[in-house]
């Protein structure tokens, strides 16, 4: 699992460039430009010595299917590489890939502290799984920065990020969170799945292990599940054990979905930005929209930190309504032609969400606040800005 050495003119290109040529090697192929999809479990050897040097520590031949196949390699070099780490492991869910992390870093006894906007799932996770273990979790301001000093013990172990936060948006300050981490030899592992290595750099602000729930735009198209994980060279063998003591793997098909998507990344990424930054101006001066969760906006509280941390940002905000009934909110959603209803994001096509309460320790959300997670898609942006303003037209006028 190990990444191939990359040679330094390919390092020194852009990004467009590079999303194009990592982890590739038509050579090795036959000259074919994609990576082929292998499938397959057991693993032959020609004979002992092979068989032996297969099974040496480090060695990115693999003697088995389930530590990764030249498909595998591929795409966990090419993620490696973007995000600039040691290495990358690939899972087969976002989830799996942010609670395997927090498994492979922690023992019983320790303290962990989680953002209070962590993604649901994770937070469950944390609440179910980690506290059964012995493990003490503790949810904290996104906007502390360097002040969660003030909260770390001699136990405490892991700090988990998530910035900008699930469903409400908060920019953390990644920087100083993980300079007071490394002061105290704690790790920082980060979900960065709403910038992609394109927008944000977690390992460059001090984060051991970037987390991408590459379902969402390194796939980019809706159609695969996958999750993947790069860690710095202080994290990558408890990252590593812990993926092969938990029987970790992914498909290769899937796999190949992603290494598809991954060539077109920062053209996407650039359109979703332009789309969701003109979407959400557009619709901050809504008389129906009493704010809008966007750290691109001047308003935002976490602009600061985003113009200044972040070289872009995604389609994905949050709309905060005005207070409406429950057949106003049926209205609105029955009015959308161009927005879908459904969970995930990250994929070509427009969405609209309907967020019920976000679960928070700290600040709380009132129940006639009505939030909705919007995903601007590649659509004409001008077009997404007519229907979602036609929608709420109607609404207030019922």
């Known amino acids: 699992m190990t990444s191939p050495t990359l040679a330094p003119r390919k390092n020194?290109?852009?990004?467009?460039?590079?999303?194009?040529?990592?982890?590739?090697?038509?050579?090795?192929?036959?000259?074919?430009?994609?990576?082929p999809i292998c499938r397959g479990?057991?693993?032959?050897?020609?004979?002992?010595?092979?068989?032996?040097?297969?099974?040496?520590p480090g060695n990115p031949m693999a003697s088995y299917g389930r530590f990764g196949t030249a498909t595998t390699r591929a795409f966990e070099a090419a993620i490696s590489e973007l995000e600039g780490g040691r290495a990358a492991i690939v899972y087969p869910s976002g989830l799996a890939a942010c609670t395997n992390a927090l498994?492979?870093?922690?023992?019983?006894?320790?303290h962990v502290l989680i953002t209070d906007s962590v993604y649901g799932p994770t937070r469950q996770f944390a609440e179910r799984v980690l506290?059964?273990?012995?493990i003490e979790i503790e949810f904290f301001d996104p906007l502390i920065g360097g002040e969660i000093r003030h909260l770390m013990r001699p136990r405490t172990r892991v700090i988990f990020l998530e910035s900008p936060g699930s469903m409400t948006f908060e920019v953390?300050?990644?920087?100083?969170?993980a300079h007071e981490a490394r002061l105290r030899d704690a790790f920082v592992v980060m979900d960065n799945t709403w910038a992609s290595p394109i927008f944000f750099k977690p390992l460059q602000h001090g984060a051991d292990i970037s987390i991408q729930a590459a379902t969402k735009y390194i796939v980019g198209h809706s159609d695969a599940l996958l999750g993947v994980a790069t860690a710095n060279a202080r994290a990558w063998d408890l990252l590593r054990e812990g993926a092969h003591d938990f029987g970790q793997t992914a498909g290769p098909d899937d796999i190949n979905l992603a290494l598809r998507g991954l060539r077109s990344l920062a053209i996407r990424l650039r359109q979703?930005?332009?789309n969701g930054l003109r979407l959400a101006e557009a619709l901050a001066s809504h008389r129906g929209v009493a704010r809008v969760l966007h750290p691109g906006l001047a308003t935002d509280p976490g602009h600061a930190l985003w113009k200044r941390d972040f070289s872009g940002a995604s389609g994905l905000f949050g709309l905060v309504l005005k207070p409406l009934s429950h057949a106003q909110k049926s209205c609105f959603f029955s009015r959308l032609e161009l927005f879908g209803i459904g969970l995930s994001w990250g994929g070509y096509e427009s969405l609209a969400l309907p967020v019920d309460t976000p679960p928070r320790k700290l600040r709380k959300f009132h129940p006639e606040e009505s939030i909705v997670r919007i995903h601007a898609g590649l659509e004409n942006v001008d077009d997404l800005i007519e229907d979602i303003t036609h929608a709420l037209d109607h609404v207030l006028a019922i």
Do not use: Y
């Not at 467009?16 to 074919?32: C, E, I, K, N, W």
């Not at 492979?104 to 320790?110: A, E, H, K, M, Y």
């Open 131 to 134: 506290t059964r273990m012995g």
């Open 172 to 177: 953390q300050d990644v920087s100083a969170i």
């Open 103 to 110: 498994l492979c870093l922690t023992r019983p006894g320790d």
């Open 41 to 56: 479990s057991t693993i032959l050897s020609t004979s002992l010595e092979e068989w032996i040097e297969r099974k040496q």
């Open 12 to 35: 020194a290109c852009e990004v467009d460039t590079r999303l194009v040529h990592a982890g590739r090697d038509p050579s090795a192929f036959g000259g074919l430009v994609n990576i």
């Open 272 to 274: 979703h930005h332009h």
